[in-house]
Every structure is written in structure tokens, then in C-alpha cells.
């Protein structure tokens, strides 16, 4: 099983800050990694697929980088309704596996 | 695309319990369709996934769930079921269905549509 690790697990900006998050796999996933934000009381929604394609109206602040093991979603300038807490994800292999979350806060 | 799950409720462990996902908009038949749990303020985790295809598909399943989930799906109710049997405290949790996208040139485009979540407490 891929284990991925986010880092850091809070991270605590202001609006109108760049936020770096970070997601580290045990192996490699080739590009098959993709983000989601999750506010509470809802669903996950997926911001990024294959590393780093913009899924469907997400906002070009939202960008994605990286393969193989080191990836990084990074929103440019942070909007009041991007404070969620962000997950990783791959489906290199099965079971698909998921980060334990960054939490972006205020 | 909507996905709305069902079924969710408290039960007693070493129950049963059989989750459903009424789709619309899409065909469970002819999509990947997954299984996530979420347990109360904690991560997500995936757990069951049916691949497409005609009267079947193959199945997987976590290591925590194998041998006490089955996932299927019901073709003519365009509805896809988690059938849980032997659960545990630890199987509480927001269950979710999601769609495993693929785009034009098929390639894995994530969970691109989830239901809004049906909550199971297992529980004495």
C-alpha cells in the first residue's frame, strides 16, 4: 500500500497569502495524484488530477506541480472561502490511498 | 450528476447494514464507481471501488473492510449498494459514493462527483 504524507498539517495564513502544501508518497505514483478541499459539513471536491490539470470551474489560483513522490498544491492568493482542509490522493496503485489532510486556516 | 446515498443509521456491532447510491446523470454500469469513508473529524478512506462494465465488474476492496464489505450495483436502478456485515465501532463513519473520472484521452481524472454522505454509527 502507497502511504502519502502531507505536510504541514496546519497551516495558518492570512487572505491574500500564498499557501504550499505539500504531499510525499512511500513510492512512486507516477503522475496519478490528485487533490481535493473539504469544507465542513460537505463532500470532498476535487481541485486537481494528474498532478497538476485543473478539474472542471476550479479557479487558476489553484495550481499543482510534481511526480513520482513529491507533489505540491499551491493557491497563489488565498480567497476567504479557501480556508478547508486539503487532501492528496493516488490512484497508482489499489487500494487507492489518501493524505491525512492539511488543514488551512485563518 | 447526482449521487445521493441512503441507508445510514445507528447499529449495533456485529451487525448489518446495505448503503445505497441512487445515481443520475451518469451510469454506474459504464463508470468506476468508489465507496469513501470519512469517521467523525478524522481523514478519508477509501474503501471499495466496482470497475465497469455490462453484468459485472471487478471489485476491490481496503484491507480494513475485505471479507466483510460487497460492493455491487443494480443496472435497471442505475443505483450502486455496500453491503456491510460483521461491523465495528470502527466502521463509523460518513460513508460516501464518488465517480472515478476519466477524461478524453483517458486518463484518470479523480473522484470527480460525490454524494453528500450518509452517516453510519455502529454502536451498543
Known amino acids: 500500500e502507497i502511504a502519502l504524507t502531507q505536510s504541514p498539517a496546519t497551516l495558518s495564513l492570512s487572505p491574500g497569502e500564498r499557501a504550499t502544501l505539500s504531499c510525499r508518497a512511500s513510492?512512486?505514483?507516477?503522475?496519478?495524484l490528485a487533490w481535493y478541499q473539504q469544507k465542513p459539513g460537505q463532500a470532498p471536491r476535487l481541485l486537481i488530477y494528474?498532478?497538476?490539470n485543473r478539474a472542471s470551474g476550479i479557479p487558476a489560483r489553484f495550481s499543482g506541480s510534481g511526480s513520482e513522490t513529491d507533489f505540491t498544491l499551491t493557491i497563489s492568493t488565498l480567497e476567504p472561502e479557501d480556508f478547508a482542509v486539503y487532501y492528496c490522493?493516488?490512484?497508482?496503485?489499489?487500494?487507492?490511498?489518501f493524505g491525512q489532510g492539511t488543514k488551512v486556516e485563518i | 450528476v447526482q449521487l445521493v446515498e441512503s441507508g445510514g443509521t445507528l447499529v449495533q456491532p456485529g451487525g448489518s447494514l446495505r448503503l445505497s447510491c441512487a445515481a443520475s446523470?451518469?451510469?454506474?454500469?459504464?463508470?468506476?464507481m468508489s465507496w469513501v469513508r470519512q469517521p467523525p473529524g478524522k481523514g478519508l478512506e477509501w474503501v471499495s471501488v466496482?470497475?465497469?462494465?455490462?453484468?459485472?465488474?471487478?471489485?476491490y476492496y481496503a484491507d480494513s473492510v475485505k471479507g466483510r464489505f460487497t460492493i455491487s450495483r443494480d443496472n435497471s436502478k442505475n443505483t450502486l449498494y455496500l453491503q456491510m456485515n460483521s461491523l465495528t465501532a470502527e466502521d463509523t463513519a460518513v460513508y460516501y459514493c464518488?465517480?472515478?473520472?476519466?477524461?478524453?484521452?483517458?486518463?484518470?481524472?479523480?473522484?470527480?462527483?460525490w454524494g453528500q454522505g450518509t452517516l453510519v454509527t455502529v454502536s451498543s
Open positions: 464518488a465517480r472515478e473520472g476519466y477524461d478524453l484521452s483517458d486518463t484518470y481524472s479523480g473522484l470527480d462527483y
Open positions: 446523470g451518469l451510469s454506474v454500469s459504464s463508470n468506476y
Open positions: 466496482i470497475f465497469s462494465g455490462g453484468s459485472g465488474g471487478s471489485t
Open positions: 513510492q512512486s505514483v507516477s503522475s496519478y
Open positions: 494528474d498532478a497538476s
Open positions: 490522493q493516488q490512484r497508482r496503485n489499489w487500494p487507492q490511498t
